[in-house]
């Protein structure tokens, strides 16, 4: 089919794979659930349960799994998330962290375990160029915050 995303980001949760979907829906624009399967009589999960759930965000296709308790979330893999603006990194990171614990450097966990990094573009632009001296400058600032702080950086990259 035409524009069908060849591959896809496939999630396991222990038996809220729904409930995270709509959940990650409700915080992107341009957001869906396109199709949830769910257990009959055969199992292994509860009939009427949902076993698998198609979603959308921002045009990226996601499935999620209610596979049982067998597998956890590490911080080996995450979802990178690029923002355009301080409000953008401070929505996101409020909601998505919510129930769930914040990291280092822009990453976090969110309320399932599974792992983010909300970056703002503004990190990566100060951080690319010839001035090695400004891009450590802006790399040492960067270490030192959690939610990643767009007005912060830029002071490290003037030298402030």
């Known amino acids: 089919?035409?524009?069908?995303?060849?591959?896809?980001?496939?999630?396991?949760?222990?038996?809220?794979?729904e409930e995270a979907a709509s959940f990650y829906c409700s915080i992107f624009e341009?957001?869906?659930?396109?199709?949830?399967?769910?257990?009959?009589?055969?199992?292994?999960?509860?009939?009427?349960?949902?076993?698998?759930?198609?979603?959308?965000?921002?045009?990226?296709?996601?499935?999620?799994?209610?596979?049982?308790?067998?597998?956890?979330?590490?911080?080996a893999i995450s979802l990178f998330v690029s923002c355009e603006t301080q409000e953008e990194v401070d929505e996101l990171w409020r909601k998505l962290s919510a129930g769930g614990a914040e990291s280092q450097c822009g990453w976090l966990k969110d309320r399932y375990g599974l792992s983010w990094q909300i970056i703002p573009t503004a990190l990566m632009e100060l951080m690319q160029g010839p001035d090695a001296a400004r891009s450590q400058r802006v790399m040492q600032a960067m270490l030192q915050m959690k939610k990643i702080d767009i007005a912060a950086l830029k002071k490290a990259a003037a030298g402030g």
């Open 1 to 17: 089919m035409p524009g069908k995303q060849k591959i896809t980001t496939f999630l396991w949760y222990d038996a809220n794979a």
């Open 30 to 75: 341009s957001s869906k659930i396109t199709s949830v399967s769910r257990y009959g009589d055969a199992g292994p999960g509860p009939k009427g349960s949902a076993m698998t759930v198609q979603f959308q965000l921002e045009g990226q296709e996601f499935i999620a799994l209610n596979g049982g308790p067998h597998f956890k979330f590490t911080e």
